[in-house]
């Protein structure tokens, strides 16, 4: 059984990687997809090896618990703060209430635009910081969940992915999906297999106002697992993962159908009408928890942009002590 260092490692490259190989057809439909790449579509970081703002952004997430673990301020306006240095990379613009040096602003490959989605972006540029209390607008989008995977190892993952998702996206579709996906990725972290870890967010979730819709996906996605027939046009009936709740249901989707192999569940993720990257790095954070880094082909895990960063963080916030 992989050790939590291997669990947080793979979590945060298997991300990338999903990113990564999902970046290149985010925006095209399977037919598309086939046509370019063959039936199999995108197998291997060949096509692009370049992760894409949901990489960023979650890298700028783990930067910011991590700086609020350390000063022992509000993880979440920590989180805001990063997530105003990650809008810098992308428009220029220094917002009030953030530094802009050091940490991962040194690194010249994140000032690179890769599709930044607009919530994010709009949410970012209004110098308010959104909460659940106090919603910044009306977004289901799948921005919220893509980033979140770093608050698994904190207590509570599930309340502080909805806060951290909730900074940008107002919707329980935007953030309770975000909450579900830290809460089910410290499941994995601790050792659960993943259709019990599934198995018990989909009834905690129960307990949560404003989870139905992303319960009702969950149980779609178990649902469609059990009939086994993995392939985009199953993918298809999650819907397209533009929104939060169908982005965590194709990712996990996707790893029930191929619970042991990191590959093919990444090559189900990418290969779809939808939002590619987002479901490819979800199912990549989720089979990378589950199966820890040396499940993930070595060139794949060397091979992805800014490898060694990713790494650095996920072993950084595996040696967080539990509670
Ligand atoms: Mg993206």
Not at 265 to 287: E, K, P
């Amino acid at each position: 059984m992989p050790g939590r260092k291997s669990r947080m490692i793979g979590c945060l490259l298997g991300g990338a990687i999903g990113d990564a190989m999902g970046y290149p057809v985010e925006f095209m439909r399977y037919s598309d997809i086939a046509r370019r790449f063959g039936g199999a579509g995108v197998r291997d970081l060949s096509v692009s090896n370049l992760i894409s703002d949901d990489t960023q952004m979650t890298l700028f997430t783990a930067e910011g618990l991590l700086n609020g673990l350390k000063t022992g301020k509000s993880l979440t306006k920590s989180v805001y703060r990063s997530y105003l240095r990650w809008y810098y990379t992308q428009s220029k613009s220094k917002m009030p209430g953030a530094k802009y040096e050091g940490g991962l602003l040194n690194e010249a490959e994140f000032f690179a635009n890769r599709a930044p989605g607009s919530t994010c972006l709009s949410s970012l540029s209004s110098g308010i910081m959104g909460t659940l209390a106090d919603p910044i607008n009306n977004s289901r989008g799948c921005g919220g969940v893509m980033r979140v995977a770093p608050c698994a190892v904190f207590p509570d993952a599930f309340t502080l992915g909805c806060r951290v998702a909730a900074i940008t996206h107002g919707h329980p579709g935007g953030y309770i999906p975000a909450g579900a996906l830290a809460a089910l990725l410290q499941k994995l972290y601790y050792g659960q297999s993943l259709p019990d870890a599934v198995e018990d967010v989909i009834a905690e979730l129960g307990e949560v106002e404003g989870a139905e819709s992303t319960q009702e996906a969950l149980r779609h996605a178990v649902a469609l697992a059990e009939e086994g027939r993995p392939c985009a046009p199953t993918v298809h009936e999650l819907g397209e993962g533009w929104v939060g709740e169908e982005a965590l249901a194709i990712a996990v989707y996707s790893a029930l159908s191929f619970p042991t192999d990191f590959p093919q569940a990444l090559r189900l993720a990418v290969n779809h009408d939808g939002d590619s990257d987002s479901t490819g790095a979800i199912c990549g954070n989720i089979m990378g928890m589950l199966l820890g880094a040396g499940a993930i082909p070595v060139e794949w895990r060397d091979g992805v942009e800014l490898c060694n960063v990713i790494r650095a963080y996920a072993v950084r916030l595996s040696t967080i002590p539990q509670e």
